[in-house]
């Protein structure tokens, strides 16, 4: 059967499916909005998914996207140098950010490990973190991973690896749900989390 859309809009309806949570009809809803802007603003739109991939990289410090290398937060010397807090990814560090609750440094993972998936340790930002916790003496490294079957088995994965290099892990604690993404947890449940980390058994 024929689409009743023309073939411009169409395409942008699939391209918005793409996105995670969007289904047909939010992404056709999404993509009448676009049609219904002027011009300029829609291309003011464009001009910003563009941008994405020219302007933004990753720190080579601690991973995260960034348009400076090394990221503002690596580069700010009052941030805590012994302390180094590993997330899956750029969307959970800014969670715990805005929280307020950790002044240290970050480790952004890219990932978890997902043997299903086909991602195991080499595929993440596992051999740079060993890396930076020998040669920043590091004194902890708190695991941030989410409260996930695959979050969990990094987590576990980590610890082991890092404490064999003797470096002291901890674990963020209650507050955090089962099965929750930590990016959508909220500032208070964070901060708690951060607050009772202890020790991987």
Request: hydrophobic share 40%; proline share 6%.
């Amino acid at each position: 059967m024929p689409s009743v859309f023309p073939p411009a809009l169409e395409r942008l309806i699939k391209d918005l499916e793409r996105l995670p949570g969007v289904g047909e009809k939010t992404a056709t809803r999404y993509a009448l909005q676009i049609l219904r802007w002027p011009e300029a603003k829609a291309q003011e739109f464009a001009d910003s998914i563009s941008e994405l991939h020219r302007k933004i990289g990753l720190c080579s410090s601690c991973f995260t996207f960034s348009e400076e290398d090394p990221c503002p937060i690596c580069a700010d010397p009052r941030r805590e140098q012994g302390v180094i807090c590993v997330v899956e990814e750029p969307g959970d560090m800014l969670a715990i950010e805005r929280s307020g609750a950790f002044r240290g440094r970050y480790h952004v993972l890219q990932g978890v490990i997902a043997p299903m998936d086909g991602i195991g340790p080499e595929q993440l930002k596992i051999g740079e973190l060993i890396e930076r916790s020998r040669s920043e003496e590091v004194r902890e490294v708190i695991i941030a991973t989410s409260s996930t079957a695959s979050g969990e088995a990094t987590a576990a994965y980590l610890s082991s690896i890092l404490e064999k290099a003797g470096v002291n892990v901890t674990r963020i604690a209650c507050g955090i749900p089962m099965g929750m993404d930590i990016k959508y947890a909220d500032t208070m449940t964070l901060k708690r989390a951060l607050a009772a980390r202890g020790q991987l058994a």
